[in-house]
């Protein structure tokens, strides 16, 4: 039966306006859903995440130190965290 219900969905939505655009429209369209994108703007302001107590090694967990920066950049309205040309070392697999 779900399988049934499957095919008559397939075969019946394009005849309701689900098809694709012609080609006349697609431009316009395309135009349309570019325009509406906007850039966000990032603060020129940024932490170096070590500033924070953060250590590149496997060993130590540096979350509270990512938390900490991540509220001071919280506080300024944005910015960039900096986390160094090391960042392949660090310890990203932590459970929240």
Known sequence: MKIKIFLFFI???PWFGFAQLSSEEKPTRIDE???????PEIPDYSVILTDFGAHPDLQKDSKKAFDNALKAL???GGGKLIVGKESKKWNFDHQY
């Open 11 to 13: 075969g019946f939505f």
């Open 33 to 39: 859903i570019v325009n509406r994108i906007k850039l």
């Open 74 to 76: 919280e506080k300024k």
